[in-house]
Nanobody, 124 residues
């Protein structure tokens, strides 16, 4: 089992920045690729970003590319999502997730463990 706890959500004005963190506990963190997903009210959960086990490879949804940065610190068992130039359409509950795969995947189905989510609200 892997336990994931997100933090860092909140209210920000459009154009502002937020940094999310996801702390992992349980099994060896570096054995998991990590992803961030989000879900807005009335919409399906969607992929945001993912990072490989070592952190050497990252992948982003087109909607956040160039504005969001995913990173990880395996010594601290934490994955981060730096969000800049936030837009109202970025408003959602953000979830981190762990995937035992050696490759980075964008489909939520493949992720084995999920956090409880953290709310990001962007005011226009």
């Amino acid at each position: 089992q892997v336990q994931l706890v997100e933090s860092g959500g909140g209210l920000v004005q459009a154009g502002g920045s937020l940094s999310l963190s996801c702390a992992a506990s349980g099994r060896t963190f570096s054995n998991y690729a990590m992803g961030w997903f989000r879900q807005a009210p009335g919409k399906e959960r969607e992929f945001v970003a993912a990072i490989s086990r070592s952190g050497g490879y990252t992948y982003y949804a087109n909607s956040v590319k160039g504005r969001f940065t995913i990173s990880r610190d395996n010594a601290k068992n934490t994955v981060y999502l730096q969000m800049n130039s936030l837009k109202p359409e970025d408003m959602a509950v953000y979830y981190c997730a762990a995937d035992q795969s050696v490759v980075v995947r964008t489909t939520s189905y493949y992720y084995d463990y999920w956090g409880q989510g953290t709310q990001v609200t962007v005011s226009s």
